[in-house]
């Protein structure tokens, strides 16, 4: 069972910084993509980043040129450094990645797999 662990979450002053990891276990798969979504008390689940098997990210417009995307793919491991953290920022953040499980039979179905979320609060 394929499962998503995050780490690094915590409380920050407005203007320093955070680094998520997001690490997959769990049997044998592929990542096809991995990314972090965040959750703010009153509002919709909205993507943050995302980040390819071939390195192509994809950012929300609210953090371009302030958080980056990256991943391991030795560790299956993603990570979101997030600099010049914003009170706006505060949210729960959940690490998302599509997988496709491999078993006995071969290639399994490609599906979603959710991290259980770590909060990040930014203070003013």
């Known amino acids: 069972q394929v499962q998503l662990v995050e780490s690094g979450g915590g409380l920050v002053q407005a203007g320093g910084s955070l680094r998520l990891s997001c690490a997959a276990s769990?049997?044998?798969?592929?990542?096809?993509?991995m990314g972090w979504y965040r959750q703010a008390p009153g509002k919709q689940r909205e993507l943050v980043a995302a980040i390819t098997s071939d390195g192509s990210t994809n950012l929300a417009d609210s953090v371009k040129g302030r958080f980056t995307i990256s991943r391991d793919n030795a560790k299956n491991t993603a990570y979101l450094q997030m600099n010049s953290l914003k009170p706006e920022d505060t949210a729960v953040y959940y690490c998302?990645?599509?997988?496709?499980?491999?078993?006995?039979?071969?290639?399994?179905?490609?599906?979603?797999?959710w991290g259980q979320g770590t909060q990040v609060t930014v203070s003013s």
């Open positions: 998302h990645a599509i997988i496709t499980p491999l078993g006995p039979l071969g290639l399994g179905n490609t599906g979603d797999y």
């Open positions: 769990g049997g044998i798969f592929i990542i096809v993509a």
